[in-house]
Every structure is written in structure tokens, then in C-alpha cells.
């Protein structure tokens, strides 16, 4: 019996998963974070609302933050008056300045 392509398709495309480009915090978690690289996304992205030194602002404080997959979780879906950063910086950058928060502030220490 042998089966129209459509069919095949259909069946094919219900197997494979999708890439709707979404970052996930295991995508994340797989990679290496850099926080020397780290501290310049945050110096451009976060310091703004967090303040230069994680001590707060319109943003909520930072320092002692130390849950790595919180803060990725965070930056990925946003939460409260923080908007998501999903889209706007890559896995290795959310990697990158997960870590530099995690890791401390070196004013902080």
C-alpha cells in the first residue's frame, strides 16, 4: 500500500520538532558564561534599571543574586516591570551576563 506524499508529510511533520527560534533556559544552561563578556552586556543592557553596581533602581537589586537558572529565566521571559530580553540578546549573551551577575559585583565585593 503505498501512501500519497502529502500523507508522508503530514506524518513527517508531526514527528520532527519545530524550531520556532525560541531560546529556552536549557539551551542556556548547556553553555559556557563568560563574565568578563558578561559585564559589558550588562553595562549596556541591564545597568540602566539595575544600576551600574547592581544595587537597584527601577530595576530590582541584584547583588547576592546567585540562582543562575533564575536569572536566565528571568532575562528570558521578563517578569513584573522587566521586559523580556528573548530576542533582543543571544543564549551566549543571557549566558555571558547570568554569569557576571551570579558571580558578583566587583563594586559589591
Same mark, same amino acid.
Given at each position: 500500500?503505498?501512501?500519497?506524499v502529502?500523507?508522508?508529510l503530514?506524518?513527517?511533520?508531526?514527528?520532527?520538532p519545530?524550531? =520556532? $527560534?525560541?531560546?529556552?533556559?536549557?539551551?542556556? #544552561?548547556? #553553555?559556557?558564561?563568560?563574565?568578563?563578556?558578561? !559585564? =559589558?552586556? /550588562?553595562?549596556? =543592557?541591564?545597568?540602566?534599571?539595575?544600576?551600574?553596581? $547592581?544595587s $537597584?533602581? !527601577?530595576?530590582?537589586?541584584? *547583588?547576592?543574586?546567585?540562582g #543562575?537558572?533564575?536569572?536566565? !529565566?528571568?532575562?528570558? !521571559?521578563?517578569? =513584573?516591570?522587566m521586559?523580556?530580553?528573548?530576542?533582543? #540578546?543571544?543564549? *551566549?549573551?543571557?549566558?555571558?551576563?547570568?554569569? /557576571?551577575?551570579?558571580?558578583?559585583?566587583?563594586?559589591?565585593?
Amino acid at each position: 500500500m503505498r501512501f500519497p506524499v502529502w500523507v508522508a508529510l503530514i506524518i513527517c511533520s508531526a514527528c520532527t520538532p519545530k524550531d =520556532d $527560534g525560541s531560546t529556552t533556559v536549557e539551551d542556556v #544552561l548547556a #553553555l559556557t558564561g563568560d563574565a568578563t563578556a558578561g !559585564s =559589558d552586556v /550588562y553595562a549596556n =543592557d541591564c545597568a540602566v534599571c539595575h544600576g551600574a553596581d $547592581g544595587s $537597584g533602581g !527601577s530595576g530590582s537589586n541584584l *547583588q547576592g543574586e546567585d540562582g #543562575l537558572e533564575d536569572v536566565i !529565566s528571568v532575562v528570558l !521571559s521578563g517578569e =513584573d516591570a522587566m521586559p523580556s530580553f528573548e530576542g533582543d #540578546l543571544t543564549a *551566549q549573551e543571557i549566558a555571558d551576563v547570568a554569569a /557576571y551577575v551570579t558571580e558578583g559585583f566587583p563594586e559589591a565585593n
